[in-house]
């Protein structure tokens, strides 16, 4: 291949909840376009950030983990996952946590990231966590089929260090092509759709149990200006419980979870943000398929 020309490829990043697939877009941005949480499940849709050097652009597709869960909800983040490695990209990058044992949800992962026609880099995360990396490789390589001859990296996803390492392997599988985004985009997703993941990081944050996995942010007016971006955003949960959690004791919680999510948008767009935060009681939206083709 000639070395003068450019190389691009739009990159999926795949694998099971909390295996390390936004944390290791961020760490080769060096920007928080994904948010990260020790919750699993994190990521509820498909976002794109994008990697520029001179003779390289990278398109990486962060996709909600594979989760076998009982909510509608929980159905389209595995249909975004799985479309996400069916067509639409040249690379799978398929992360394996080896801090955790695997199971069915790793099985599931394995299935489809085998029997896709897109070539698999496997990804082996969370070696820093791991008593026996080669030992954990090797039970992984054992028990599902299908990637002989697959390229394989170690890293630790969280590492400023897994950057390069990162880079170095994935490198010679990007083939030649065009440039689809200009040098100094970030992402394709929106200032709303970022703004809202924000909020929801701060929800998650600081709540507990099944509130974070019952609320849904919806941005519903953002004005921006060279000096201010001003944001309205209403927090759907499924019941006045949830509600009264996430509000807190005489507005104390939101407030926080407020005060927070400004600051990482104000850090971001680099100028002051002005945000509003109200909470609705919107039952059963999980499972309310109207609601969720609407929000999308």
């Not at 009982?70 to 975004?80: S, V, Y």
């Not at 959690?245 to 767009?269: C, P, Q, T, W």
């Amino acid at each position: 291949m000639d070395n003068n020309k450019f190389r691009s490829a739009f990159i999926a990043l795949f694998g099971r909840p909390n295996s390390g697939k936004s944390t290791l877009m961020n760490t080769v941005l060096q920007e928080q376009i994904s948010i990260v949480t020790s919750l699993p499940q994190t990521t509820r849709q498909n976002i794109k950030g994008i990697y520029n050097e001179d003779d390289l652009q990278i398109v990486f597709v962060d996709t909600p983990g594979m989760h076998r869960g009982k909510h509608t909800l929980n159905e389209m983040m595995r249909e975004q996952a799985v479309s996400a490695v069916a067509s639409g990209v040249d690379l799978i990058c398929y992360l394996v946590d080896l801090s955790r044992e695997f199971g069915d949800e790793e099985s599931d992962c394995a299935g489809y990231a085998a029997l896709s026609s897109v070539p698999v880099l496997l990804v082996f995360n969370k070696i820093d966590l791991c008593d026996d990396v080669d030992g954990k490789i090797n039970t992984f390589l054992s028990a599902y089929k299908g990637f002989d001859g697959a390229p394989a990296v170690r890293i630790s996803a969280s590492s400023p260090k897994s950057k390069d390492i990162f880079l170095s392997a994935v490198s010679p599988l990007i083939p030649e092509g065009p440039k689809y985004f200009d040098d100094d985009s970030l992402t394709d997703a929106s200032m709303r759709t970022i703004a809202a993941e924000f909020i929801r990081k701060q929800i998650i944050i600081n709540t507990r149990e099944e509130v974070p996995h019952a609320v849904f942010v919806e941005i519903e007016e953002y004005k921006e200006t060279a000096q201010k971006h001003e944001i309205v955003a209403g927090i759907h949960v499924e019941t006045q419980g949830q509600k009264g959690i996430i509000i807190g004791a005489k507005g104390v919680l939101i407030d926080k979870i407020k005060r927070f999510a400004r600051r990482d948008i104000e850090n971001l767009v680099g100028a002051r943000v002005s945000l509003k935060l109200h909470v609705k009681v919107t039952p059963g939206w999980r499972d309310d398929s109207n609601f969720l083709r609407t929000m999308q």
